[in-house]
């Protein structure tokens, strides 16, 4: 039997109705895919995807800079200005982690499990330091040890990432009320960032100061509020820095 024009017609369009499937579910397959796979997914640390491109940022803190607090981790300080300057993030911060509090062994053994070891093997090329605040719940007691273990941190750091800017921020702090142990860890904290030449960002302590509507319901972190503000500070710092 032959076929007339208006079957031969119906019969294209099938044809190319079904072609089109193939190619929308083949697509789909193959975004699931990739998404399985790893690739164009986000990095875990930090929430966003990396670009390998970018300039290499890593964050050696406690929760502060962890972002514990914020609703989401691109809320953090350290994601806003890693997102400003297109900068690629590490970020295995740690709540409670101090130069002695929460680690290993005092001296810190790096062959662990140890934020310093992390941040030494991503080899970035900009090191951010930020801690201190946890160690004043070890003062006066280790005072010696913290004032050590500061010392050993950082000079590892240097010694083992001898091409990479380290920025020293001085220790966030959080309520106005500062016992003394506060500025005697700056003040060595401080000065380890001098002996190692690294950058230093003073007056962090302050940066949350005066302002308990930026803290989270936990009243121990900020919240987005207050981790905006900090961005706010460290951009101002980091331009005075050139960055």
């Known amino acids: 039997m032959r076929m007339t024009q208006a079957s031969r017609n119906v019969l294209l369009i099938g044809v190319a109705f079904v072609a089109a499937v193939v190619i929308v579910v083949f697509a789909i397959v193959q975004l699931s895919s990739r998404s399985e796979s790893g690739v164009g997914s986000a990095d875990p640390a930090t929430g966003a995807a990396a670009d390998p491109d970018a300039v290499k940022v890593a964050f050696y803190g406690d929760s502060y800079t962890l972002g514990t607090g914020a609703s989401d981790p691109a809320k953090r300080w350290s994601s806003i200005v890693s997102g400003q300057r297109g900068w690629s993030e590490f970020n ?62 950082l000079q590892t750091l240097k010694s083992e990432l001898p091409e990479a800017r380290i920025i020293v921020v001085e220790p966030f702090w959080y309520t106005d009320e500062r016992p003394d142990s506060v500025q005697q860890i700056i003040d060595w904290v401080k000065a380890g960032a001098e002996d190692i030449g690294a950058d230093y960002i003073p007056d962090a302590s302050h940066w949350i100061e005066g302002h308990p509507e930026w803290m989270a319901s936990d009243g121990l972190h900020p919240n987005d509020e207050g981790y905006a503000a900090m961005a706010e500070k460290m951009d101002a710092a980091l331009r005075g820095l050139g960055l």
Do not use: H, Q, W
Not at 127 to 152: K, Q, W, Y
């Open 92 to 153: 295995p911060s740690v709540n409670g982690l101090g130069f002695v509090n929460n680690r290993s062994s005092t001296p810190p053994d790096y062959s662990a499990d140890d934020e310093v070891s992390k941040v030494i093997a991503d080899d970035p090329d900009i090191l951010f330091v930020t801690m201190g605040l946890n160690d004043n719940f070890s003062m006066p007691g280790r005072a010696d040890d913290i004032r050590e273990a500061i010392g050993t941190d």
